[in-house]
């Protein structure tokens, strides 16, 4: 029988199977994304601490099984973290369904995710702590981009490395640069480019590198920002996330 292996991990998707098993999918911090099956979970509260739904952070244990995608999951049990305090908030609901939602959609099964596990793990418990808002959002869109392998570039342009100022009125996010150009280069951003305050790219810059605890207070992207955003994503999913319209029917700007 493969050895019992464990690691720090988010549930992010779950559903019932059978009449007590549950088919569960986690961001885990030393396997990246893993899908299992765990057995009996409906019943045993021994084995299962924790029931496994969305949110939860726990330590999972699992055996591999020679063939076949899903994993055998063994036990889990309550994580250093408790599960974010999204209840009676509809705000943090939506927010932290979209987090998850994104974190599965940028990630594939058993390839290396450490740094997106991270990234998801301190934005939760940032949104259990606070309240949702458009910054932690932009922050964590930034981050887990970055995380999977697309840093954009919002503190200087993509073709001549001028840093905008706010007295530049208005940059070009260019999608194929996955960056903006500055005011000067625009004749070298192709027709569809976002047009940014410049205030915006400086806010989503500083974004870039915030802590989320810090992220909750700085000044957001703003409305041009999340469009920047939004349309980048599109250019990279191959599906429109469900949790979005929610999330952008809620969070106001
Ligand atoms: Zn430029």
């Given at each position: 029988m493969p050895a019992e292996e464990s690691t720090p991990a988010i549930v992010i998707r779950a559903r019932d199977y059978s009449e007590s098993d549950r088919i569960v999918t986690l961001l885990t911090r030393d396997f990246g994304k893993l899908s299992g099956i765990a057995k009996g979970a409906k019943a045993s509260r021994r084995r299962?601490?924790?029931?496994?739904?969305?949110f939860s952070h726990v330590t999972l244990y699992f055996r591999r099984r020679p063939h076949g995608q899903l994993v055998f999951i063994t036990r889990a049990e309550r994580g250093e973290n408790p599960p974010?305090?999204?209840?009676?908030d509809l705000g943090k609901i939506a927010l932290g369904s979209y987090m998850i939602e994104l974190a599965d959609a940028l990630t594939t099964e058993e390839a290396e995710a450490a740094e997106a596990y991270l990234v998801l793990a301190n934005a939760l418990e940032t949104l259990g702590r606070g309240a949702a808002a458009t910054a932690l959002r932009q922050a964590y869109e930034l981050r887990m981009l970055s995380a999977a392998g697309?840093?954009?570039?919002?503190?200087?342009?993509?073709?001549?490395?001028r840093v905008p100022e706010a007295e530049d009125g208005a940059v070009y996010f260019v999608v194929s640069r996955g960056g903006i150009v500055c005011v000067r280069c625009r004749a070298n951003a192709p027709e569809g480019a976002v047009r940014l305050a410049a205030a915006n790219a400086i806010a989503l810059s500083g974004l870039c590198t915030a802590r989320f605890d810090e992220a909750t207070v700085l000044p957001h992207g703003g409305r041009d920002g999340t469009v920047a955003l939004e349309r980048f994503f599109a250019s990279i999913l191959d599906r429109k996330l469900r949790s979005v319209e929610f999330l952008d029917s809620l969070l106001e700007l």
């Open positions: 299962f601490e924790r029931k496994l739904e969305p974010p305090e999204l209840e009676d697309f840093g954009l570039e919002f503190a200087r342009c993509r073709v001549c490395s």
